[in-house]
Antibody, heavy 114, light 108 residues
Framework: EVQLVESGGGLVQPGGSLRLSCAAS????????MTWVRQAPGKGLEWVAN????????NYLDSVKGRFIVSRDNAENSLYLQMNSLRVEDTAIYYC???????WGQGALVTVSA | EIVLTQSPGTLSLSPGERATLSCRAS???????IAWQQQKPGQAPRLLIY???RRANGIPDRFSGSGSGTDFTLTISRLEPEDFAVYYC?????????FGQGTKVEIK
């Protein structure tokens, strides 16, 4: 069975950094694109970034470009999101998803607050 | 950027009734890249429909998707108690990908 487990969320001050991880199992990780989607409290879904199978192609939401970096380690079956210069408006649950959303993790809460 | 507008915002229906949810794109899109996701409170989204009309694995046939160009529809033929949730349409071609703002299907 496909499993995606996010970790690394928490409380951080504005301007701080956080690294999210997503451990994948139950499928051939290296054969699939991976995606990060976030959901602010009480709001809808917002696509953040994605990465192709070998990590050579990455795409980002405009508001996170230059601050967030998506990466992957196919040997470790893991997806990452390095978040720098965090803003209050980045507060959300961050989900990793297989391909463009055919399977989702349970999410990691990131709270940016002074 | 493709903007997806869903209507209505909230749909109040009884179990057994038919639900029709609309998603309109700001410009014509390839229907191969339209999906519908279901989200229940406190849970991650779940893929229902991809390619506008293809049901994902394990999704009951009471869920169906249709549409092309700028107008897409998710239909739930007979609502079951577990179907009361928020539904999002999703355009997943190119960058940025976009989601509609969601339609909440609530018990009347």
């Amino acid at each position: 069975e496909v499993q995606l487990v996010e970790s690394g969320g928490g409380l951080v001050q504005p301007g701080g950094s956080l690294r999210l991880s997503c451990a994948a199992s139950g499928f051939t990780f290296s054969s699939h694109r991976m995606t990060w989607v976030r959901q602010a409290p009480g709001k809808g879904l917002e696509w953040v970034a994605n990465i192709n199978q070998d990590g050579s192609e990455k795409n980002y939401l405009d508001s996170v470009k230059g601050r967030f970096i998506v990466s992957r380690d196919n040997a470790e079956n893991s997806l990452y999101l390095q978040m720098n210069s965090l803003r209050v408006e980045d507060t959300a649950i961050y989900y990793c998803a297989k391909n463009e959303g055919d399977w989702w993790g349970q999410g990691a809460l990131v709270t940016v607050s002074a | 950027e493709i903007v997806l507008t869903q209507s209505p915002g909230t749909l109040s229906l009884s179990p057994g009734e038919r639900a029709t949810l609309s998603c309109r794109a700001s410009q014509s899109v390839d229907s191969n890249y339209i999906a519908w996701q279901q989200q229940k409170p406190g849970q991650a989204p779940r893929l229902l429909i991809y390619g506008a009309s293809r049901r994902a694995n394990g999704i009951p046939d009471r869920f169906s998707g249709s549409g092309s160009g700028t107008d897409f529809t998710l239909t739930i033929s007979r609502l079951e108690p577990e179907d009361f949730a928020v539904y999002y349409c999703h355009h997943y071609a190119g960058s940025p990908q976009t989601f509609g703002q969601g339609t909440k299907v609530e018990i009347k």
